[in-house]
C-alpha cells in the first residue's frame, strides 16, 4: 500500500461495547498524530459525535469529526460515507482516519465500501462522484478492522433473544455479534475489570476459534495502545473475508480433546439428505452451548439447490447456497469438474455433489451425541426409496430472482437469509 495514502481504522462492536470510550482514549493519547473521526449513530441526534467533540479537543467546526446520522453505513449510508471519507482526505491533512461504526453496522460491508469504493455494483454514485470525477479512496487504504468485545456481557449476548432493528431490518444480538467478531484484525476484549479470570479464558477461548487469525487484546475502559489500532498495515480483504473460524475448520477439519476451557469444533458430513421434517425439529431444539455452526445441506425435496445453515448464539437461519453442479448442463459441469478435481474424489454417481457439510463451534458440547442426532435426521434405507416430495417441509422456499448475476447466485447477501427454528 502506498505510504503517501491515509490509512483507515474501523472500529466495531455492539451497542454497549466501549467503542466510543475507546476512540476517546485513542484521541487522547494519540501523540503527534493528526487524527480525523468519522462517527456514525443509527438516530437522528448523533450522541456518539456529542461524547467524542466533549470528550477531546477534536472538533466539527475544524472538519475534524464527521458526524453521519440517520442510518448506518454498512447498508443505507454507503455513499455518505464515501463522501465523508473523501472530505477527510482531499487535502491529506490527516495521518489517520479512525471511523466508529454504529452498534448494529456489519464490519465486511463497511470494508468492502472502503476497498472497492463505487465500484460496487449495488452502490449508485453519490451527485458529488458524478460531478467531480474524484475517486474517494485515491488518498486513504483501509488499514485495520477492530472489533470491541463487551467481556462481561458477552455470554449473555451470545445467548440473548434480543433482535435489534437496523432501520427496520430486524438483527439477532448473539448473529451479529459473532459477524463483528468473526471480520476483525485486532479484537478488543473490553470491560475485563467486571469479568474474572476463569470467565476471561473462556471468553477468549470462544474468540480464537470463531476468528483465529485477530490479535486478541485485553482492555479496561478502552484504554489500548494506539499502535495497536491505528497505521498497523494489518488489513488484507481477501485474508481477512476468508479467515472465520468455520471455515478453516472445514479446510482442516479436526475434532480436539476437551480444550481447558470446553471451546471445540467438529465437522458433520453426509452424503444422504436431510429428512425436512426431523431436521426441523432438531433447529428446533438446537443446543444451547453450540455457539456457532455454518456451512451447506442437502434437503430432501430440494434437489436443485443447495441450502446454507447459519447459527449464531440463539439465531438460526437457513439461505440459498446455490445450484448443486450436479444440475449444471453436461459442459459446465465438466468445466466445474475440471476446475476442482477434489470433485471426482467424492462424486456420486446418481447425486453427484449433493451432501451436508456443517461445521459446529460450542462449549462443552458433545460431539458424539449432536452427531448421534444429525445422523438420524438423515434419510434411512426406506425413505431414500419414498417419494421426498411427500415429505412434509416447513422451511423456506428460495426462488433465485430472474435478474440475478452469477456472483448474487454463488455468494447470496444475508438478506436472502429467513429465521428459523428456536427464534420462531
Not at 464515501?82 to 471511523?99: K, N, P, Y
Not at 453450540?290 to 456451512?295: D, T
Not at 456472483?407 to 437469509?417: I, L, Y
Request: with cysteine; glycine share 6%; proline share 4%.
Amino acid at each position: 500500500m502506498d505510504e503517501q495514502t491515509i490509512p483507515v481504522t474501523v472500529l466495531s462492536g455492539t451497542l454497549g461495547a466501549g467503542k466510543t470510550t475507546t476512540l476517546n482514549h485513542i484521541l487522547r493519547e494519540g501523540g503527534d498524530r493528526d487524527l480525523a473521526v468519522l462517527v456514525n449513530d443509527m438516530g437522528e441526534v448523533n450522541v456518539d459525535a456529542d461524547l467524542v467533540a466533549e470528550s477531546s479537543d477534536i472538533s466539527a467546526d475544524e472538519e475534524e469529526l464527521i458526524e453521519l446520522s440517520n442510518g448506518c453505513i454498512c447498508c443505507e449510508l454507503r455513499g455518505d460515507l464515501l463522501d465523508a471519507i473523501s472530505g477527510l482526505t482531499r487535502d491529506q491533512e490527516f495521518d489517520a482516519i479512525v471511523v466508529e461504526s454504529t452498534g448494529v453496522a456489519e464490519p465486511l460491508p463497511v470494508a468492502q465500501t472502503l476497498t472497492l469504493g463505487f465500484d460496487q455494483s449495488d452502490l449508485d454514485p453519490t451527485e458529488f462522484y458524478e460531478e467531480t470525477g474524484i475517486e474517494p479512496l485515491e488518498n486513504c487504504h483501509l488499514d485495520t478492522t477492530v472489533t470491541v468485545v463487551d467481556a462481561h456481557q458477552f455470554n449473555e449476548a451470545m445467548q440473548s433473544d434480543e433482535i435489534l432493528d437496523d432501520d427496520g431490518t430486524k438483527k439477532h444480538l448473539g448473529d451479529l455479534l459473532v459477524e463483528q467478531v468473526e471480520f476483525c484484525d485486532i479484537l478488543l476484549l473490553n470491560k475485563c475489570d467486571l469479568v474474572d479470570e476463569a470467565t476471561l479464558d473462556e471468553i477468549e477461548e470462544t474468540l480464537e476459534i470463531l476468528q483465529p487469525r485477530a490479535e486478541i487484546v485485553r482492555t479496561t475502559h478502552g484504554r489500548v495502545d494506539v499502535d495497536e489500532v491505528v497505521d498497523t498495515g494489518r488489513f488484507d480483504f481477501e485474508e481477512a473475508s476468508q479467515s472465520a473460524g468455520w471455515m478453516q475448520e472445514l479446510q482442516d477439519p479436526h475434532e480436539s480433546a476437551e480444550e481447558e476451557h470446553g471451546v471445540t469444533s467438529f465437522v458433520f458430513e453426509a452424503r444422504r439428505p436431510f429428512h425436512p421434517e426431523r431436521f426441523a425439529e432438531l433447529l428446533d431444539a438446537f443446543p444451547e452451548n453450540v455457539v456457532r455452526s455454518k456451512g451447506h445441506f442437502w434437503l430432501a425435496g430440494r434437489e436443485e439447490m443447495a441450502l446454507m445453515l447459519n447459527v449464531a448464539g440463539q439465531s438460526i437461519r437457513v439461505a440459498p447456497a446455490g445450484n448443486w453442479i450436479a444440475t449444471l448442463p453436461p459442459e459446465e459441469r465438466d468445466e466445474q469438474l475440471e476446475a476442482y478435481p477434489e470433485l471426482e474424489e467424492m462424486w456420486d454417481e446418481q447425486w453427484g455433489d449433493r451432501g451436508s457439510q456443517l461445521v459446529l463451534i460450542g462449549t462443552e458440547i458433545d460431539h458424539e451425541s449432536i452427531r448421534e442426532h444429525l445422523e438420524r435426521c438423515l434419510l434411512t434405507d426406506e425413505e431414500m426409496d419414498a417419494e421426498w416430495e411427500t415429505f412434509n417441509d416447513r422451511f423456506p422456499t428460495f426462488e433465485p430472482p430472474e435478474d440475478a448475476d452469477e456472483d448474487e447466485a454463488e455468494n447470496p447477501e444475508r438478506d436472502g437469509q429467513e429465521e428459523i427454528g428456536i427464534a420462531d
